[in-house]
């Protein structure tokens, strides 16, 4: 099982950028398509973009689509998550997700997690 850690997290005004990261160990990168998903509180986990392992192919939820960037970076073993225009509703437990499989989507979270990291939106 590999070993996903997130960073980048933290507290930003409404309408501000975030960058987060995920470095994946214990396996080979390339052979994991990443995904990222969210958790507010009180509402349950739900998908926020997908990637596929060459990084041709994305794939957003409608709240996020136009504002945020799915990337990864194979050399470094790196997925991220470019987010802009960033809202209230934004905020959120960050968690990386990644599978051998699949593309990480809504209907098919994949198989790994990381830990995830908060992103908090407010004035």
């Known amino acids: 099982q590999v070993q996903l850690v997130e960073s980048g997290g933290g507290l930003v005004q409404p309408g501000g950028s975030l960058r987060l990261s995920c470095i994946l160990s214990?396996?080979?990168?390339?052979?994991?398509?990443m995904g990222w998903f969210r958790q507010a509180p009180g509402k349950e986990r739900e998908f926020v973009a997908g990637?596929?392992?060459?990084?041709?192919?994305?794939y957003y939820s409608q709240s996020v689509e136009g504002r945020f960037t799915i990337t990864r970076d194979n050399s470094a073993s790196t997925a991220l998550l470019e987010m802009n225009a960033l809202e209230p509703e934004d905020t959120g437990v960050y968690y990386c997700?990644?599978?051998?499989?699949?593309?990480?989507?809504?209907?098919?979270?994949?198989?790994?997690w990381g830990q995830g990291t908060q992103v908090t939106v407010s004035l």
């Open positions: 997700n990644a599978d051998r499989n699949t593309v990480p989507s809504k209907r098919f979270p994949g198989e790994d």
């Open positions: 990637i596929s392992w060459s990084g041709m192919n994305t």
């Open positions: 214990g396996g080979a990168f390339s052979g994991y398509a």
